[in-house]
């Protein structure tokens, strides 16, 4: 015999984990709606050129971890699996004009993401991800709000001990001669650098700050700093968010080695953490402002910010929070039969109690009567429609399994009593 698992680094999401990211999207959407974001879908899939110009192609995520999609045929484009969101919505907008819309232009994508990457605790193939864009919007006002409506999402979510790790890192005007820097430093310790890293000390020498190569470790800690090589205007864009954020009462810390791992970030960058885990492959969520990639995806020159939030870390770091989600909800009424091979019957009526909107299970199990009965109290539901001989004068059995009581109902009135039961019993 075979034996089937899961593609390495995904997980099917049993009901209760399901139900657990359902309450999490749930959240991200209520939220979205009240910041003023509204919500849209990108393909899965895109034109690999996306990826590759968008993030960058000097990227551990483009380079190392995109799922790339075989070509079916000789003439189809190169596709592949979206790593991220951002580059996709920032496509759309491009594509369909948005910039004519009043800006900002708010979007929010809640999906699966896909790398290619090592699995681990905390890093999977495929991920959840909820995603918000604000493009149109210089800031500074913007960027903190934004920074905010991530913060509350935790909050709303259960986990109190998250925290802000803040960065600016520069623009066109000031990056370049940071890089030199950066180039010229470690440069003088080449010899020590992992093959991947001497590589993109040519190519993107501002990865080198976020390898994930335990060896570059010390180095990275004594490299020079964006922060200490900040224009005029990025410093002071970088105060009016820092003070922003005071404003709106947000924690946040300043963490001068924060890049990100994608290239098209611009300014304002941050992370999301919980207290003492701020390690690698912890980071709960991040983002950043993106100034040049809606011109670098063909549209005109646009400022934009936005994040993307891990829903899968989320979930890991509730667990065993209390108040766990995802229990079974006990039906409101099982519909039993006095006849054991009538499942018809039995399936019309529960069949009509739904149509009602009502949550009800046919038993349809050949059993005795008794035995029908005893599952339905095992399984806590809260009445038993008990069909026997009244139904052909239209009548049902009620019995209440939790008070012990019964009493005949006409089947017409049937939804209608179980209806205001469920109501005043909270039920569905
Ligand atoms: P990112 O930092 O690459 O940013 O990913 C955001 C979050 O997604 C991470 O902090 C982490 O929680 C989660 N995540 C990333 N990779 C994995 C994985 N393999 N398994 C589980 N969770 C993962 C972005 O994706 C940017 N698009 C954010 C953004 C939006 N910047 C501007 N707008």
Redesign the pocket.
């Known amino acids: 015999m075979p034996s089937f698992r899961a593609p390495r680094g995904t997980r099917d999401l049993l009901p209760e984990v399901r139900s657990g990211l359902s309450r999490l999207e749930a959240i991200a959407r209520s939220l979205a709606g009240r910041y003023g974001y509204r919500e849209m879908e990108t393909p899965l899939f895109e034109q690999t050129s996306v990826f590759e110009r968008g993030i960058g192609e000097a990227t551990d995520?483009v380079e190392k971890e995109l799922f790339r999609l075989a070509p079916r045929s000789e003439e189809s484009e190169a596709w592949a699996l979206r790593?991220?969101?951002?580059a996709g919505v920032v496509r759309a907008y491009v594509q369909h004009g948005l910039q004519t819309w009043p800006q900002p232009v708010k979007l929010t994508v809640l999906g699966s993401?896909f790398?290619y990457?090592r699995p681990q605790a905390?890093?999977?193939?495929q991920?959840w991800?909820f995603?918000?864009?604000a493009i149109g919007d210089p800031g500074p006002a913007v960027d903190a709000e934004i920074v905010e409506l991530g913060y509350r999402f935790y909050v709303e979510a259960g986990l109190s001990d998250v925290q802000v790790l803040l960065n600016s890192i520069g623009d066109a005007a000031c990056r370049p001669a940071y890089l030199e820097k950066l180039r010229a430093y470690f440069g003088r310790h080449e010899a020590q650098l992992p093959d991947l890293e001497q590589r993109r000390l040519e190519t993107n020498p501002l990865r080198l700050l976020d390898s994930k190569d335990p060896a570059m470790g010390a180095l990275v800690a004594a490299a020079p700093r964006i922060s200490d090589s900040l224009c005029d205007a990025c410093a002071v864009h970088f105060a009016a968010v820092q003070a922003h954020l005071r404003a709106m009462g947000v924690p946040f810390r300043l963490e001068p080695t924060l890049v990100?791992?994608?290239d098209?970030?611009t300014r304002t960058a941050f992370?999301?953490y919980r207290h003492g885990a701020e390690g690698q492959q912890q980071?709960?969520?991040?983002?950043?402002r993106?100034d040049g990639l809606v011109e670098l995806l063909g549209g005109r020159a646009t400022p934009?910010?936005?994040?993307?939030?891990?829903l899968?870390?989320v979930l890991l770091a509730l667990e065993g929070a209390e108040g766990s989600p995802g229990q079974a909800v006990p039906p409101l009424a099982v519909v039993v039969g006095a006849d054991p091979g009538d499942t018809a019957a039995r399936l019309r009526v529960a069949s009509l109690l739904r149509a009602e909107g009502l949550w009800a299970r046919a038993e349809l199990a050949p059993r005795k009567l008794a035995r029908q009965l005893e599952a339905a109290s095992k399984e806590h539901a809260h009445f038993a429609v008990i069909i026997g001989d009244e139904l052909a004068g239209g009548n049902v059995q009620l019995k209440d399994l939790e008070a012990g009581t019964q009493h005949l109902v006409p089947l017409a009135d049937l939804a209608h009593e179980l209806a205001r039961a469920a109501k005043s019993h909270h039920h569905g």
């Open positions: 995520v790593p991220e969101a951002t993401m790398r990457d905390g890093r999977y193939r991920f991800q995603d918000a864009e990100r791992g994608l098209y970030y992370e999301y980071a709960l969520g991040g983002g950043g993106y934009g910010i936005g994040f993307a939030l891990g899968d870390r």
